[in-house]
């Protein structure tokens, strides 16, 4: 009997499974059919299908691939007198950006030929449309024409060619210039190569495949999915035991989730699926995302209906099943404990005066009774002691109500110490608990205020020390490299191993000023002492420049430098010397410490209103450190500290930007070294 039931169970769960997946399918499908008809076949062919195998018969090949390319290759030829109401600059840019993107696409050859102007753009050697047909054959080849304003369509899939003599219904729109009299070949590769995800014709056919693919699917597993639900629907019907009978362990287990859990899931479950049958599908893994939420919805659905329906065969009658609410529940509960209260009020007066209002209410209330018994008057015996019952609430109750203000308020206090008002004192009312707390507070604030001007004073007097120092070092330093130089002009000088020794003294005595001249300026930079000449700056063009003063360093550590800026100008607020001394900095550290022979990547990204410098750089040395802890003063990796450095630089870097209102932040990631500099963005 229990083999019978897991089997029978097994077939319910199977139907539930199979039906679901079903419904699921149909939704999915219509709305993957409204959004993606790639896979339907195209204008182009009077053999219409519902999908479409051949990809150069398609939808996806005229619609989501001709069309681009056209506008690209028609784009890369316009010449200045089809310019009509654009500027001259804006067609430029526009011409640049079809080029670039036909660069992208390497599974393709291509000619296009402005036949007023006869400028020519291929990516083979070929400059007419005679020779490019000649000599290049692909699987699929492609010749559009546009004559006195009407485009031509002729297209060749191996040796079938078929053509439209008047395409302007479907191609011209993509024409947006007064370009009206060219020609385009477009040749695509008989075997398609990964180029990248930028490569449109590999992009558009890995798209169709997967659509061609999912339809496919969807219809075998459709069948496949009605065939198992009628059998085991069946099945399940024929099987004459009960899955969940009145007495089963599980149908209690049941019992005890309240009806809202089932009613509250239901809800959330169709919510759900009307969200997801709503929602509009671009892409491959979108659908079958939608798909497995909607399935697990359905599923989920039939699951509490099945449970539902099994509870209310159990009961006697169906609206006992409002038992299991937990509204229900609370209320016979509430009504036991009110029952059970009255019980022990009765038989112990007053009971442990668990309602203290209520029994000072009481008592009082009968000494007003009293005192109107012994004055004889039945009006004062019936109204004094409810009165005075009602002023004694009222007083209890703007007692309360006072003391819980007081809280309130010395909750809003510390709401003001957390935000950072650490002088805000709170005022100490009465004696008592809540009065010892506000004091507390005061006196947490006092110790933060307090340990708060310790540690500023300290870094003042660590700012004053190091300038100071700096200040005084500069003058004898001064002295002893002008005599330096003094020595070396000598023409007679003798031994000659003494010249080797003030070449020597020559080389420290440099390199011991830039190390003053940096710790002086950490630490104008570190306590904000700085004069600010905040402008607006192109950050590009200064990047630009810092770049070309570096050059020789780069270039002397064998790294290749690529850079990725906008084409647009990109404007911030900064004072030009100081954040021309941050990129100096971090080009400096690059340049001594990347791996040789490697590449160096500076990005400037414009996101949100801000704009991002990034450079990333592969370090010579094992980066054995935490990214805030070597941006502290003095600080240096352990394997870099054999070359030249005072450990400065990024110290000096973060401190600048952050003057200047940027931010500044270092990431590591195993070799990898990553700078993040970040301004807001202006007009």
């Known amino acids: 009997m229990k083999e019978n039931k897991k089997l029978k169970f097994a077939f319910l769960i199977i139907a539930m499974i199979s039906i679901s997946l079903l419904l699921a399918m149909i939704p999915t499908t219509y709305n993957f059919i409204e959004t993606c008809r790639g896979v339907m076949t195209s204008y182009m062919h009077e053999d219409k299908k519902l999908i479409e195998d051949d990809f150069y018969k398609s939808k996806a090949f005229d619609e989501a691939l001709i069309r681009p390319l056209l506008y690209w290759t028609s784009t890369s030829v316009i010449d200045e007198n089809d310019k009509g109401d654009y500027e001259k600059d804006y067609l430029e840019n526009k011409k640049e950006s079809a080029k670039k993107q036909l660069s992208y696409i390497k599974n393709m050859k291509y000619i296009a030929i402005n036949k007023d102007s006869n400028e020519v753009y291929s990516n083979t050697e070929y400059k007419t449309i005679e020779d490019f047909k000649k000599n290049i054959k692909g699987e699929c080849d492609v010749e559009l024409s546009s004559n006195n304003d009407v485009i031509t369509y002729n297209k060749q899939i191996k040796d079938k060619i078929f053509k439209k003599e008047n395409a302007n219904r479907e191609l011209r729109d993509v024409l947006i210039y007064n370009l009206k009299d060219f020609d385009v070949c477009i040749s695509i590769n008989k075997n398609f190569?990964?180029?990248?995800?930028?490569?449109?014709?590999?992009?558009?056919?890995?798209d169709f495949d997967r659509e061609v693919l999912?339809?496919?699917?969807?219809?075998?597993?459709?069948?496949?999915?009605?065939?198992?639900?009628?059998?085991?629907?069946?099945i399940y019907k024929i099987m004459k035991c009960e899955v969940l009978d009145r007495n089963s362990f599980y149908l209690k287990l049941y019992k005890i989730i309240p009806l809202?859990?089932?009613?509250?899931?239901?809800?959330?479950?169709?919510?759900?699926?009307?969200?997801f049958m709503e929602t509009g599908y671009y892409g491959y893994y979108d659908i079958l995302e939608c798909l497995v939420y909607i399935f697990i919805g359905i599923f989920g659905l039939f699951v509490i209906y099945y449970i539902l329906r099994k509870e209310l065969k159990s009961f006697d009658k169906p609206i006992e099943i409002l038992k299991t609410s937990l509204i229900v529940r609370v209320l016979i509960l509430g009504k036991k404990?009110?029952?059970?209260t009255n019980k022990v009020t009765k038989s112990v007066p007053l009971a442990k005066r668990i309602i203290i209002l209520a029994a000072l209410s009481v008592g009082v209330g009968t000494i007003g009774w009293f005192i109107g018994f012994l004055f004889g008057s039945t009006l004062l015996l019936f109204l004094f002691g409810p009165i005075l019952s009602l002023t004694i609430v009222v007083l209890y109750v703007y007692y309360l109500i006072k003391k819980l203000a007081y809280l309130s308020y010395i909750m809003e206090g510390t709401?003001?110490?957390?935000?950072?008002?650490?002088?805000?004192?709170?005022?100490?009312?009465?004696?008592d608990n809540f009065s010892n707390l506000a004091e507390n507070i005061n006196n947490i604030g006092e110790g933060l205020d307090k340990a708060i001007y310790n540690q500023l004073k300290s870094e003042r007097l660590k700012s004053e020390l190091i300038t100071n120092v700096s200040h005084d070092l500069k003058t004898p330093l001064t002295s002893i490299i002008n005599y330096i130089e003094l020595i070396k002009k000598e023409e007679d000088i003798k031994p000659e191993h003494i010249k080797d020794y003030v070449n020597v003294l020559d080389s420290k005595s440099k390199r011991l000023k830039v190390l003053i001249e940096d710790l002086f300026e950490a630490s104008k930079a570190s306590s904000g002492n700085l004069e600010l000449n905040m402008e607006k700056i192109d950050i590009t063009q200064l990047l630009r420049q810092a770049i070309g003063e570096m050059e020789e360093k780069l270039s002397n550590s064998n790294l290749d430098l690529k850079l990725r800026v906008p084409e647009?100008?990109?404007?911030?607020?900064?004072?030009?010397?100081?954040?021309?001394?941050?990129?100096?900095?971090?080009?400096?550290?690059i340049s001594k410490y990347s791996l040789d022979n490697t590449r160096v990547y500076i990005d400037i990204i414009e996101e949100n209103d801000k704009v991002k410098l990034t450079m990333k750089n592969i370090s010579s040395y094992e980066l054995n450190f935490d990214p805030e802890e070597i941006m502290e003063r003095f600080k240096r990796a352990d394997e870099s500290r054999n070359t030249e450095g005072s450990g400065l630089g990024l110290a000096i870097a973060r401190d600048l930007v952050n003057a200047q209102g940027g931010r500044f932040e270092i990431d590591i990631d195993g070799d990898l070294f990553k700078s993040v500099v970040e301004f807001n963005l202006i007009d």
């Open 415 to 431: 709401e003001r110490i957390k935000g950072g008002d650490i002088h805000y004192k709170l005022d100490i009312i009465d004696d």
């Open 260 to 275: 809202e859990i089932y009613i509250i899931a239901s809800l959330f479950l169709l919510c759900s699926l009307i969200g």
């Open 568 to 589: 647009e100008k990109t404007y911030i607020m900064a004072d030009g010397k100081k954040l021309y001394r941050v990129l100096e900095n971090l080009l400096s550290n």
């Open 337 to 340: 404990t009110l029952k059970d």
């Open 193 to 206: 190569e990964n180029y990248g995800y930028y490569d449109k014709v590999l992009l558009i056919k890995n």
């Open 214 to 234: 999912y339809f496919k699917t969807i219809i075998i597993s459709s069948i496949i999915s009605l065939i198992l639900f009628i059998v085991s629907a069946v």
